[in-house]
């Protein structure tokens, strides 16, 4: 077993709270009803699925990537999906931790290791931290001059697993410095292109939002939200469980990408 302070501890290590949006809910959102922690899963998202795995499997404390609750709430009920999901948790005994945009920013996290699974050269951050500059929002880095914009989009394609990925722009023009956001990084547009990018890989973008960037000149690659990051839930399981002894600590093995293809 561990302490909760010592798991807390270790996730701020791996991915510390100051690099979060201000936007952003990060940090221990529940409190788990032992504070001697033994179990703790991972996951992008909390879904229905999530929570039974977590019930089942004993898990004291859920490590998910994506905040609940994200905002405020006024009322805790049965009556809403997130309503349900805490309370079925809470009564469980579990509690929530997530680092979002924190673990997008960290040094080795999702944006870090979406660059290298491309085989990206020079990687750095699009926007470098004030005190840390090896940390903070995005990535970018070099694509082999050889490759055009359909290439990386297959490479990515493959590097995640997934059979299909959306293209915007001319697939057959170089790829040349490629920007890296994961999730919804369509809203972050004007700041890959300040940064220089030719292409942006990400997870989603709506439709006016391609518009906008390939009539500003910018390719984009997207994988789909999922995707694009989790994948990093494996790896923040297996770091967990390295950084702290007397830890049992896996990825969900019940989530799966709410979107599929026909």
């Known amino acids: 077993m561990a302490t909760l302070a010592a798991v807390t501890a270790a996730l701020?290590?791996?991915?510390?709270?100051?690099?979060?949006?201000?936007?952003?809910?990060?940090?221990?959102?529940?409190?788990?009803?032992?504070?001697?922690?033994?179990?703790v899963m991972t996951c992008l998202t909390i879904t229905p699925e999530v929570v039974a795995e977590a019930a089942r499997e004993r898990v004291d404390l859920v490590v998910s990537h994506?905040?609940?609750?994200?905002?405020?709430?006024?009322?805790?009920?049965?009556?809403?999906?997130?309503?349900?999901a805490l309370l079925d948790l809470i009564h469980a005994g579990a509690g929530i931790w997530s680092s979002h945009t924190a673990w997008d920013s960290a040094a080795g996290g999702i944006n870090d290791q979406l660059a290298h699974r491309l085989g990206l050269t020079g990687v750095s951050p699009l926007e470098p931290d004030t005190e840390l500059p090896l940390v903070g929002f995005g990535r970018g880095g070099r694509a082999d001059d050889a490759w055009t914009v359909g290439d990386l989009a297959a490479r990515a394609?493959?590097?995640?697993?997934?059979?299909?990925?959306?293209?915007?722009?001319?697939?057959?023009?170089?790829?040349?410095?490629?920007g890296i956001v994961c999730g919804s990084g369509g809203d972050c547009i004007d700041q890959v292109i300040r940064s220089g990018c030719d292409t942006l890989v990400t997870g989603e973008l709506k439709l006016h939002q391609a518009i906008e960037a390939?009539?500003?000149?910018?390719?984009?690659?997207?994988?789909?939200?999922?995707?694009?990051?989790?994948?990093?839930?494996?790896?923040?399981?297996?770091?967990?469980?390295?950084a702290v002894s007397g830890l049992s600590c896996w990825a969900s093995r019940a989530e799966r990408d709410p979107l599929g293809w026909l």
């Not at 394609?157 to 490629?178: F, K, T």
């Open 157 to 178: 394609a493959e590097a995640l697993g997934v059979g299909h990925v959306q293209i915007a722009g001319d697939r057959s023009r170089p790829a040349g410095q490629v």
């Open 12 to 39: 701020e290590s791996l991915a510390p709270l100051r690099l979060a949006a201000d936007w952003d809910a990060v940090g221990l959102l529940v409190t788990p009803r032992r504070e001697s922690l033994e179990r």
């Open 66 to 84: 994506h905040p609940l609750p994200f905002r405020p709430v006024s009322r805790l009920t049965t009556a809403t999906g997130p309503g349900r």
């Open 214 to 242: 390939v009539a500003a000149g910018l390719a984009v690659v997207a994988v789909g939200h999922h995707a694009s990051e989790r994948f990093s839930m494996d790896t923040l399981a297996e770091r967990l469980a390295g």
